[in-house]
Each structure stands twice: as structure tokens, then as C-alpha cells.
């Protein structure tokens, strides 16, 4: 079946730190992966995706790559800020199982200055 | 960028009261739409999911009864959280799912996530 195991958190970092949140999956078929953003009190965003192997999805200076080899589609930021400082979410999205999102258990992140 | 919203944001309401969320995709039709739950400091989880003029399908543990859905138009689906108890409180997420074209692999999709409902059941 599919699923999602990320890192867990919480992770605190100083700005300008640098920042990887591992994410790796199993799926069934030929998943597209994304990375979701969840800042306080919000719904889900989409940061950054890519849908097939070896591409790579950036946004707002993150980004991540989806290696089949290691399953892996693991979140970096070189300098991260303050701003940056939220809930992220991997997750999955099979067109073969209805294009239903499975989603990691999410990684809190908390930038101090 | 397509739009998603939900109504309303944020509901108190007393225990044995209905409520219902609305999903809204605000300029695009959307044939098939999610249902989410997020208790707190956890993940999301799938509650249903709902077609445009069909039953909805639920997962495994969710209880259809309890939580009714209809998904009534291309851009509105509904999810009633019947004879609310405590235990219902959480934060209720929708997502719509819009074809954004096809390719030689079938039709590209997308979802686009709502910004969520807040239900606190006292």
C-alpha cells in the first residue's frame, strides 16, 4: 500500500541554519510527492511538488527531490527564517488510488532568531 | 490560482447539535472533493471521499451516519458532523480535485486544499 514516514519534530534551528526534513514513501504505483506548509492557525499550502523520478520541486528557497532509488523526497532550505517557522507535511498522491493524498505525520518547525 | 473555501471557519456548538461545513472550489469544477480530520499535532486523515452526484465513499472506522456527506453541485460538497459529542471536536479539512489537462499517462490532476474548520463541540 502507499504511505508517507517522515522525521519527526519537533526541530528547532537558528535563522540562517540549515534545515532537511526527511521524508521517505512506499507506493504501489508511480506516486507524485509534495511537500504541504501549515503555519499556525491556517489550512494546509502547497510548497513545493514533483511528479515523477528525479525531479526537483523549489518554492521560497526549499526544495527536495524525488529519488526512487531510496524512495526518498527528503525538504532542505539552505538559510532558513524565523517566517519559516510551521508545520510541514510529505505526502503522497497515486492517480492509481484516486489521486487520495497520504500524508506523513508532519514535522514541526520552530526558528529562533 | 484555483481557490478553495470552506464555511464555516471556526463553530461552537453544544453536544447532540448537527453541523455543517461547506467546501466550496471558487472557480473551478471540482467532480471529486476529500474530506479530511487533523487532531492536534497529528497528521491529516481521510475521511472520505466525495463525488459529484454519487454516495460517498468512506474509510475504514468512519462512520457514514455520523458524518454525512453530499457533494450536491461541481463546486460544493457538505459535510454534516450529526449529534456532535466532544469527541467530534477537531479540525475538519477539505480538498478538491481539479484536472489541470492530460497527458500520454492519462489526465493531470491536482488537488487544492481548503483552509479549515475548526469544530469545538462543548
Known amino acids: 500500500g502507499n504511505s508517507v514516514t517522515q522525521m519527526e519534530g519537533p526541530v528547532t534551528l537558528s535563522e540562517e541554519a540549515f534545515l532537511t526534513i526527511n521524508c521517505t514513501y512506499t507506493?504501489?504505483?508511480?506516486?507524485?510527492l509534495f511537500w504541504y506548509v501549515q503555519y499556525p492557525g491556517e489550512g494546509l499550502q502547497l510548497l513545493l511538488k514533483?511528479?515523477?523520478?528525479?525531479d526537483k520541486g523549489s518554492n521560497k528557497g526549499f526544495e527536495a527531490t524525488y529519488r526512487k532509488e531510496t524512495t526518498s523526497f527528503h525538504l532542505e532550505k539552505g538559510s532558513v527564517q524565523v517566517s519559516d517557522s510551521a508545520v510541514y507535511f510529505c505526502?503522497?498522491?497515486?492517480?492509481?488510488?484516486?489521486?487520495?493524498?497520504?500524508f506523513g505525520t508532519g514535522t514541526s518547525l520552530t526558528v529562533i532568531p | 490560482g484555483a481557490v478553495v473555501s470552506q464555511h464555516p471557519s471556526w463553530v461552537i456548538c453544544k453536544s447532540g447539535t448537527s453541523v455543517k461545513i461547506e467546501c466550496r472550489s471558487l472557480?473551478?469544477?471540482?467532480?471529486?472533493m476529500f474530506w479530511y480530520r487533523q487532531f492536534p499535532k497529528q497528521s491529516l486523515m481521510l475521511m472520505a471521499t466525495s463525488n459529484e452526484g454519487s454516495k460517498a465513499t468512506y474509510e475504514q472506522g468512519v462512520e457514514k451516519d455520523k458524518f454525512l456527506i453530499n457533494h450536491a453541485s461541481l463546486t460544493l460538497s457538505t459535510l454534516t458532523v450529526t449529534s456532535a459529542h466532544p469527541e467530534d471536536s477537531s479540525f475538519y479539512i477539505c480538498?478538491?480535485?481539479?484536472?489541470?489537462?492530460?497527458?500520454?499517462?492519462?489526465?493531470?490532476?491536482?488537488?487544492?486544499f481548503g483552509p479549515g474548520t475548526r469544530l469545538l463541540v462543548l
Open positions: 507506493a504501489t504505483g508511480y506516486p507524485s
Open positions: 472557480d473551478f469544477q471540482a467532480t471529486t
Open positions: 514533483a511528479t515523477k523520478a528525479d
Open positions: 505526502a503522497l498522491s497515486d492517480r492509481y488510488t484516486g489521486n487520495q493524498f497520504y
Open positions: 480538498s478538491a480535485s481539479r484536472v489541470l489537462g492530460t497527458s500520454g499517462s492519462g489526465p493531470q490532476e491536482t488537488q487544492y
